[in-house]
């Protein structure tokens, strides 16, 4: 039970991290959203899936932040 709501803590600090950066440069993370279901059919396990997910938007915040003077 324990670990559940760490997990779920983790998964919201994550999102708000990646998520709050790209909205303020005008440009949403849910656009990578079809992006990382692609990674979940092709990897196959939900771990690996979140990761890359996690990965991917994280790269896509940080172009953002570099571009986007």
Not at 31 to 58: A, E, M, N, Q
């Amino acid at each position: 039970m324990i670990r559940t709501i760490i997990y779920i803590l983790v998964r919201f600090i994550l999102f708000f991290l990646i998520t709050i950066p790209s909205l303020v440069y005008g440009i949403s993370a849910w656009l990578l959203v079809p992006i990382g279901w692609l990674i979940r059919l092709s990897i196959g396990r939900p771990v690996f899936s979140y990761l890359t997910g996690v990965i991917v938007l994280k790269l896509d915040t940080i172009f953002l932040l570099l571009i986007v003077p």
